[in-house]
């Protein structure tokens, strides 16, 4: 599914991401409807659908976090991002590694307690999922800093990433008052790991892009004791 998705990013733009995003939680929503007959929170449901059978297992079962897990051990070490450059490639998976496990670690903080988190109103899980998603970015930024990396690219993938930032936060708002949840927080935010999902492949994807067309701006600083080519 990430590459279909991405496939279409790529031949149609990024701004299509607007138009995904929508249809996944329309699929969401269709899905309980066909097979329960009723929207999500009905207290009268019918035959028991697949997306019922994920209300069994806990959140932090969610396709999200094997897939983020995946990418961190096992695809971003291995990114051919500029095999001719050694010491700059290290830098910008580093820089995806470290912004794929913010991510991990804050997902799992959001359903560390999960009976507390389906008791929350539609404002206070608005507020719980921000202040986690968005407002924690800074200690992504120390992060980096910790890790040596040069503050002009540490800079520049904040501005890369703001649009990605920007677009989580719009379905945030919109998820967190959509009527057919009916106080259901856990299909909330079932929907909302699915959008992340999407969201981390298109920055990664395109934090390469950008991180490619790097040349000058970084050629001479040094990182951990070498000279970035």
């Not at 035959?47 to 209300?55: D, F, L, M, N, V």
């Not at 291995?78 to 997902?107: A, D």
């Not at 106080?183 to 950008?210: K, P, Q």
Request: net charge negative; aromatic share 10%.
């Amino acid at each position: 599914m990430e590459l279909d998705i991405l496939n279409i990013l790529n031949l149609y733009g990024w701004h299509m991401l607007f138009f995904i995003i929508p249809l996944i939680i329309v699929y969401i929503i269709l899905e309980r409807w066909i097979h329960t007959g009723h929207a999500i929170g009905s207290e009268n449901s019918g035959a028991e659908s697949p997306i019922e059978r994920i209300k069994i297992k806990e959140l932090s079962q969610h396709p999200l976090f094997t897939a983020l897990n995946y990418r961190h051990t096992i695809e971003i070490p291995n990114l051919t991002i500029c095999p001719n450059m050694p010491v700059r490639q290290e830098l910008f998976r580093i820089i995806i590694g470290q912004y794929v496990k913010h991510l991990y670690n804050r997902s799992k903080y959001i359903v560390n307690d999960e009976h507390k988190l389906n008791t929350l109103s539609n404002t206070n899980w608005n507020e719980l999922v921000t202040n986690t998603y968005i407002l924690e970015m800074s200690k992504f930024t120390n992060r980096l800093r910790l890790l040596n990396v040069p503050p002009i690219l540490i800079s520049k993938f904040n501005d890369w990433q703001k649009d990605s930032t920007k677009m989580l936060l719009d379905y945030v708002n919109t998820i967190s008052t959509y009527d057919i949840y009916d106080g259901d927080n856990f299909m909330r935010t079932v929907s909302l790991f699915w959008v992340v999902n999407i969201l981390i492949t298109a920055t990664i994807a395109d934090a390469e892009h950008h991180l490619r067309a790097l040349n000058g701006e970084l050629s001479g600083i040094k990182f951990n004791g070498n000279i970035i080519e």
